[in-house]
């Protein structure tokens, strides 16, 4: 029956065809972003430390020197790493955009457990002290 209609086999064949490779892109795209852990080392074991006034729902930021004190005197904790989100502002020739930037301290990709694809990441003690970028 379909060698008597080949424009029907044909669009039938093309549509299972489409709806597979969507199927199959959505889900890459799903357990690439959801399924799949992380890449690091003991994600199940990362804990987020931030304040919280009371009555408020919403996290408070931490100083940099309270969480000096916090990795100084936290002894339940192995290591310790901040990083705090903000805009900023790039620019070529007269054209500039915003773009959302992350500030992190020197030993965020470590303690992470990354490596890079390529170069170097940020190393330990890198742009902690003041003048030493």
Do not use: C, W
Not at 93 to 103: C, F, M, W
């Amino acid at each position: 029956m379909l060698t008597k209609s080949a424009s029907f086999t044909l669009i039938a064949v093309l549509t299972l065809a489409l709806g597979v490779g969507a199927n199959t892109a959505v889900f890459s795209v799903i357990n690439g972003l959801f399924l799949r852990p992380l890449p690091g080392k003991d994600n199940a074991r990362l804990m987020v430390v931030a304040t919280r006034r009371q009555g408020r729902q919403d996290l408070d930021l931490v100083s940099y020197p309270t969480y000096l004190d916090y990795r100084v005197k936290a002894d339940a904790f192995s290591d310790m790493a901040a990083y705090a989100n903000g805009l900023v502002g790039l620019g070529a020739g007269n054209h500039t955009e915003r773009a959302l930037a992350q500030y992190t301290t020197g030993n965020f990709f470590e303690f992470l457990g990354l490596q890079p694809a390529a170069g170097r990441l940020i190393r330990t003690g890198e742009g902690e002290k003041t003048g030493s970028e």
